[in-house]
Every structure is written in structure tokens, then in C-alpha cells.
């Protein structure tokens, strides 16, 4: 099955917030997105993938995108139904060019923490792409089925 771009989505749950460039409200954002995907009975390998994903592409924002510059806000558009977890992060900082990030799995860079945080969102995801600015990522998850 195709991953369905997010318009086409029957949601059962929106969000549509800007926080401030601070952690701790980053953290209650992704508290709020895993009790959705609780109560929309996601299974703990599926939700702890998301967990992963977006609490690092929140950090990133916060830190790196926004320099945790108070006057900066991060803006998430997050979505939930049962079988799709859709969400968009965008920082207003300068941006970056993924391409440029290092692989971590290289041998030059085993020691490096750089690249990691990349390497995870796009292993648990289904779905990782960033605009051209590399101020804004947009992740979405297709739920695991049984068979």
C-alpha cells in the first residue's frame, strides 16, 4: 500500500501549533502526538519509531534550525488515523542541505554524532522529505499491519 499524501487523509485527529524554540514545549507537543497514537491503538514498535523521529526533527528545529532563539517559533501540523501519522515541523531559521550531512554509518564518521539524528528519522519513518530551504520536514508513518 502507497503512503497517501495528507490531503487526501480521512484524519481523525489535526493539530496545528507554533511553539516556542524550547525543549520542554517541544516535549509536550510529542507527549500530546503519542497519546494520540495511543488512543488510536498504534502498536509500541510503530509509536516508538514515531517517538524517535519526531522528538529528534523537534530538537533539530529548536537547537539547530531556530539557535533556540526565544523571539523564533517552531510551527507542527501533526495528523492521526488509525493506520497514518502524519507530521510537519518548520523552523525559521537558515536551513540546511541534507545532502551535506554525513553518513554515520561510515567508517570516518563512527565517532561523530553528526548524521544520526537523520539516520533515525528515516529508518522509522516511512516517509522523510525536506523543502528546498531545509527549514521544514515533513514525516509520515504508514502503520504496521498484522499478516
Known amino acids: 500500500m ?6 487526501s487523509m480521512s484524519w481523525s485527529w489535526t493539530s496545528e501549533r507554533s511553539i516556542e524554540s524550547d525543549t520542554t514545549i517541544g516535549q509536550q507537543l510529542l507527549n500530546e502526538v503519542l497519546s494520540q497514537l495511543k488512543q488510536h ?3 509500541e514498535q510503530d509509536t516508538f519509531g514515531v517517538h524517535l523521529a519526531v522528538e529528534e526533527a523537534l530538537v533539530n528545529a529548536i537547537k539547530h ?7 523564533k517559533k517552531v ?10 501519522f ?3 515541523i518548520r523552523d525559521e531559521g537558515d536551513g540546511f542541505n ?3 550531512v554525513p553518513d554515520p554509518t561510515a567508517d570516518e564518521n563512527l565517532e561523530s554524532p553528526s548524521g544520526r539524528g537523520l539516520m533515525l528519522m528515516r529508518s522509522f519513518m516511512s516517509r522523510v522529505d525536506f523543502n528546498d530551504a531545509g527549514n521544514c520536514v515533513v514525516m509520515e ?3 504496521q499491519t498484522d499478516g
Open 2 to 7: 502507497s503512503l497517501l499524501t495528507a490531503s
Open 41 to 43: 491503538a498504534w502498536d
Open 65 to 71: 534550525g531556530n539557535q533556540s532563539d526565544p523571539d
Open 75 to 84: 510551527h507542527v501540523v501533526s495528523r492521526v488515523s488509525k493506520t497514518h
Open 86 to 88: 502524519f507530521i510537519e
Open 98 to 100: 541534507p545532502g551535506d
Open 141 to 143: 508513518k504508514q502503520r
